[in-house]
């Protein structure tokens, strides 16, 4: 069964108006990192945000500066968990848009957390890259969650269950499913967990596209991702403002799992992706750009 998902089009002219401006702020920002990586993970959300609004600009991302914004944002959201894995005051060379930047390793810090973690796990997805995607699966949950605590920031349990899950997943270990059922046992209102329509939209319908892809059920995938990306709009446009607001231009972890599903297919062809939606960038979904230069 096919399914069709309409999107909403976040339409601010100042965008288009300062698309050049915004590509020259990324390099300072990028650039800035070699100064001082302590404030890494600002630098990380900045640069994710330039490629949301490059999407704007370019729902399906067939420009090359909407890809090179895409994979600069996952570069420096990997990289983040880079200096937190070598030795603090180390040296560490990171590939970041189109150059090798020297950084200086931090060690363990606030920006080492899980909310971090998934999103550079779903980028390094959408971008193919299975290096960085299996280091972060090396990654160890218990420094997630140590990090978090330093930093005063707090996450539902359910968030080290769902990190759990892809890890093992990805790694081929045991506790894909027994970490998943917890997530999403956890996950739930009635047990706890604080977040509102965010669990309920957003949160939920990643882990269940997620359970019935590493389950191998493709029509329930295709399912539950039209059902998630569903969900992700009517969130994204309860109100005015949030219908404005650039986190509604794309359901990161949907579309990772999206390009996970369209890649599994070239060596599964049992395993069909049925979806289409205006939420999923057409060239980041079948990879039209992988391969263009280094990431």
Known sequence: MKYRVPSHRIDEPAYRLKEKEFQEKRAEKIDSLSQSTLSASMT?????????????????????????????????????????????????????????????????????????????????????????????????????RESARKGGISYNEYAYHWV????????????TAEHLARAIELSDPRNGAFGGDILDKLVFPQMNAFRHFAGGDSAAFNEALAEGLTAF????????????????????????????????????????????????????LDGGWVGEFPV
């Open 233 to 284: 709009g009517s969130y994204h446009t309860a109100t005015p403002e949030r219908a404005e607001d650039i986190d509604g231009v794309v359901p990161l972890g949907l579309l990772a799992l999206a390009c996970w599903a369209h890649d599994h297919h070239q060596h599964h062809r049992e395993f069909t992706l049925e979806v289409e939606s205006g939420y999923l960038p057409k060239y980041i």
């Open 164 to 175: 759990s899950a892809l890890q093992a997943f990805v790694l081929n270990r045991p506790g």
């Open 44 to 144: 990380a959300s900045t640069v994710y945000r330039y490629a949301q609004i490059a999407l704007t600009l370019d729902p399906e991302a067939g420009e090359l500066e909407t890809w090179e914004a895409w994979t600069a944002a996952m570069q420096v959201y990997n990289a983040l968990f880079e200096l937190s894995s070598a030795p603090e005051g180390t040296e560490v060379k990171c590939m970041i848009d189109h150059g090798t930047h020297t950084l200086t390793a931090t060690g363990p810090r606030h920006f080492t957390n899980a909310g971090n973690w998934e999103v550079a796990f779903f980028l390094a997805l959408t971008c193919r890259d299975e290096k960085r995607l299996r280091a972060l699966c090396e990654f160890p949950v218990d420094v997630l």
